[in-house]
């Protein structure tokens, strides 16, 4: 016959090959076949579970990350603001301080200015004195010749010079 029609003994023979085959493998390969299918196909869900949890531990992490930096964010804006306020307070107590230091001095400086000033009208008025005293000298010696109403003349000029000052 042709190579398109098949001869039975041919078809009888490759029929009995492929059950023997067919046998054999079933015998001994189809169950490691099934097995390592089955176990692959474990190996692929296992995977994808890991990959979903790795997936999630990232999210959260991001997350975390996320808070972290919020919450650093949050307590560095408190130690600025806990430092401007310690800075105004050192400011302040510092104009203080200087305001009171600035005080002392000039108080110091009135006190001595007062001193000084009462220490020249002391002068002026010694020198006043003299100069009165000579000159009433010069008077009496010309109008008074007795010393004793000489002297009483000078006293009574005198007290009323301090009097009026």
């Not at 097995?35 to 196909?41: A, F, M, N, Y």
């Not at 869900?45 to 979903?52: N, W």
């Not at 804006?77 to 200087?98: M, P």
Request: aromatic letters at 6%; a neutral charge.
């Amino acid at each position: 016959m042709g190579l398109i029609t098949p001869d039975y003994g041919l078809l009888f023979w490759m029929a009995l090959s492929f059950g023997i085959l067919l046998f054999i493998l079933k015998k001994f390969a189809w169950k490691t076949i099934l097995k390592s299918i089955k176990d692959r196909e474990e190996f692929i869900t296992k995977s994808l579970r890991d990959a979903d949890t790795a997936r999630n531990e990232l999210a959260n992490l991001e997350n975390r990350n996320i808070e972290l930096l919020a919450k650093a964010n949050a307590e560095r804006s408190d130690i600025i603001s806990q430092a401007n306020k310690a800075r105004d307070k050192i400011l302040q107590q510092a104009q203080l301080t200087a305001q009171d230091e600035a005080k002392k001095v000039l108080d110091q400086a009135r006190e001595v200015i007062k001193r000084e000033k009462e220490s020249a009208q002391l002068e002026i008025k010694a020198y006043a004195s003299q100069i009165v005293m000579l000159a009433a000298e010069r008077i009496l010696r010309k109008e008074l010749k007795d010393k004793v109403v000489y002297e009483e003349q000078i006293d009574s000029i005198i007290q009323e010079l301090s009097s009026q000052n």
